[in-house]
């Protein structure tokens, strides 16, 4: 049985929903298919709920500098880790529900339930069921990766995935993947009083390519629980439970927390069947620009393309495909200036260029310790950096790498304003209100300036 439509959309995530807000301005000929659990990954198992553990476990944590605020009382209060875990899944049903107020409206014609797999280039099989479309966005999304090696004590091992749905929290856990979630989620369960080991094959934590940015992250974070950077983990279950080590070192521990990346849903797409090119990880070669596949009426977005899987990025590229899905040609977009967020503490975050990208001879650092800054030792929270990279030439900024309060916040000011193309002389113009995180910026804007080509009459004024 064939029935046709303008457009087919393969999940109904982030990247898939915004796909269809652009699809339905257009027709509503149109199907959305999904086999799985509704909501997206951001409301169930990402952005938001880990948010949550994460504010509570810096609520909890406060209390460290009680004494020396002149608060007392500090040593009475208490965790009940079942009650967080609860809150926890409480705000997470509301963000999910959220998210679900686009689904819940669509009927069977149009929400298919069901897991499609290609025929060929325009048709979809689900269900025994064939679609025939005009155009097909792919946004399948990502399962967690977990080693084959580990599957024989896999009731021991949580995933990034499962994490949200366990009522209570272990005594002891080796966090195994020290990007931004196994990072953050690794932070918050010390902070909650979890003996946490974080592991890492790699040398950096948070995909940090500044190595001064790095150092700083892993030497205060590494205060807060052991960092175990630089080598493999090899995990054995015992009789005493499950005993990981790393070279020289061992730790024995309730439970592994899994972060080691995910991997895309397109193992039962049936790629095969089509004429689409794919890369060495099997994704479909695919122009950022336009997020079509090749010269097909194929298109992809969101986090199964294992570029930037990010919210943003999800709803830019998801918007994009969607867009060109119901078009004769496809239509090239501007990308957004790259910026990603991890929201342990210090925050670490990078916007635009990074270093590895970046000819070192042709730029300057404009650098600024927290010490410092006022507001931020107001705050107990001085141990900071902010690395600004600035076109020696011309002035330009073009990226940044920063581990620091409120890292959030400048890293936001930062990607508007190189997207927005502005240089130093431009940034020292706005204002700077005192006492705030932002002078901290300034301050590394300042310092930067002996090192340019170029220079300005008036850095802080602008002539009218």
Avoid at 86 to 108: A, I, K, P
Avoid at 324 to 336: D, E, H, P, W, Y
Wanted: aromatic share 6%; with cysteine; hydrophobic share 45%.
């Amino acid at each position: 049985m064939l029935r046709e439509v303008d457009v087919a959309i393969i999940g109904a995530g982030s990247a898939g929903l915004y796909a269809l807000s652009q699809v339905r301005r257009e027709t509503e000929n149109y199907v959305l298919i999904d086999g799985g659990e509704l909501g997206t990954t951001c409301a169930r198992v990402g952005c938001m709920p880990s948010k949550v553990i994460i504010q509570v476990a810096d609520d909890f944590h406060r209390r460290t500098i009680f004494d020396r605020e002149g608060i007392g009382g500090a040593d009475a209060l208490g965790l009940d880790k079942a009650a967080v875990m609860e809150h926890v899944q409480d705000l997470r049903d509301t963000f999910v529900d959220r998210t679900l107020g686009v689904t819940d409206g669509l009927d069977d014609t149009h929400l298919i339930d069901g897991y499609a797999r290609f025929v060929d280039d325009h048709t979809l099989e689900v269900n025994d069921q064939h679609y025939r479309a005009k155009a097909i966005v792919i946004a399948a999304g990502t399962k967690p990766i977990v080693p084959d090696a580990w599957q024989s004590f896999r009731e021991d091992i949580i995933t990034t995935d499962e994490f949200f749905e366990i009522e209570d929290l272990p005594a002891s856990v080796a966090v195994i993947g020290l990007g931004s979630i196994g990072l953050e989620l690794g932070q918050a369960l010390s902070r909650l009083g979890v003996a946490v080991t974080g592991i890492d094959l790699l040398e950096t934590v948070a995909k940090l390519q500044d190595p001064v940015v790095n150092k700083l992250a892993v030497d205060v974070i590494g205060k807060e629980f052991p960092l175990w950077l630089g080598e493999a983990a090899q995990i054995n279950k015992t009789a005493d439970g499950i005993r990981v080590s790393v070279g020289e070192k061992q730790v024995a521990v309730d439970k592994v927390l899994a972060s080691l990346g995910r991997r895309p849903n397109l193992d039962r797409l049936g790629l095969e069947n089509t004429s689409l090119q794919l890369d060495d990880k099997a994704v479909p070669v695919f122009d950022p620009e336009t997020m079509q596949c090749g010269s097909s009426s194929i298109y992809i977005a969101g986090d199964v393309v294992l570029d930037r899987p990010l919210l943003h990025e999800a709803g830019h590229e998801g918007r994009v495909a969607g867009y060109n899905a119901v078009r004769q040609s496809a239509v090239k977009f501007r990308r957004k200036t790259a910026l990603a967020i991890t929201f342990c503490d210090p925050n670490v975050s990078t916007v635009g260029a990074q270093l590895d990208a970046l000819d070192v001879s042709t730029i300057a650092i404009a650098e600024m310790q927290f010490a410092p800054v006022g507001r931020a030792l107001i705050m107990g929270k001085n141990r900071g950096i902010i690395r600004v990279y600035v076109n020696k030439a011309d002035g330009l900024v073009v990226g940044a790498a920063m581990a620091c309060v409120k890292g959030e916040h400048l890293a936001h000011l930062l990607a508007w304003s190189i997207q927005q193309g502005m240089t130093v002389f431009d940034l020292l113009k706005m204002p700077y209100y005192h006492p705030v995180i932002e002078e901290a910026l300034q301050g590394a804007l300042y310092a930067v300036l002996p090192e340019l080509d170029v220079t300005e009459e008036t850095v802080e004024l602008e002539k009218i």
